[in-house]
Each structure stands twice: as structure tokens, then as C-alpha cells.
Nanobody
């Protein structure tokens, strides 16, 4: 059973930074997976923010966070990080860590774009609030 546990959310001011962490367990040593962050703001649909492949490091970023957010994955310890800089109020949301095993037809980009459902795993979420 794959389990994902997020940490690192909080309240910051515009322009400040936060780092989110996601500890993953349940993947076999030789398994390839994509792991990433999705967010949902009040009254809005959930959207993919950034994802990374454990096998080749392929990354995906939502256009509005490119240049501000950096995703990384510590494969030895199965911990994914999302370094968020220059935060603004539009980044306020509950951030969820999610992961999926990669296979034919399941790619990191498709996963982050929300085209893979039913085979993915989710954490409980962590609140990020950016005040103006």
C-alpha cells in the first residue's frame, strides 16, 4: 500500500518562500513512479502544479509557477520536495502530494495534467496561505 505524507505548509507573506515535503512509502526499490503536487483553492478545481519522474527526472510545471517553484525527488529516501519562492496570494490553496506508478500510457506529464485517475495515490493535503 502506497502512502504519502505531506509537511511544510503554512502562512507566509507575498514574496516569501516555503518548502513542501512528501514522504512516500510502499514503492518497491526498482519501481518507477511519478510524484508531484496538486493544489485546490476554494471554489476552484484541483490542478497539477508540478510533478517529477523517479526514473529519469522528467519534470512538469504549471506555467504560472515556472521559474518560482522547483520540484526534486530524493530517490534514496523516497521524499519529494517542492521549493516555492516568490509566493503570491494566487498560490493560496490546499496542496496535495500524489503519485502513480509509471507504465505504458502513464507518463509524468499526463499524470500532472490530470489525465490519470484511478491508479494514483494521494496524501491528505497541507494548507498554504499567502497573505498580501
Amino acid at each position: 500500500e502506497v502512502q504519502l505524507v505531506e509537511s511544510g505548509g503554512g502562512l507566509v507573506q507575498t514574496g516569501e518562500s516555503l518548502r513542501l515535503s512528501c514522504a512516500a512509502s510502499g514503492f518497491a526499490v526498482d519501481e518507477h513512479y511519478a510524484i508531484g503536487w496538486f493544489r485546490q483553492a476554494p471554489g476552484k478545481e484541483r490542478e497539477g502544479v508540478s510533478c517529477i519522474s523517479s526514473s529519469d527526472g522528467t519534470t512538469y510545471y504549471k506555467p504560472s509557477v515556472k521559474g518560482r517553484f522547483t520540484i526534486s525527488n530524493d530517490n534514496d529516501n523516497n521524499i519529494a520536495y517542492l521549493q516555492m519562492t516568490n509566493l503570491n496570494p494566487d498560490d493560496t490553496a490546499v496542496y496535495y502530494c500524489a503519485a502513480v506508478r509509471l507504465s505504458l500510457g502513464i507518463t509524468t506529464v499526463r499524470f500532472c495534467a490530470g489525465h490519470v485517475r484511478g491508479l494514483d495515490y494521494w496524501g491528505r493535503g497541507t494548507q498554504v496561505t499567502v497573505s498580501s
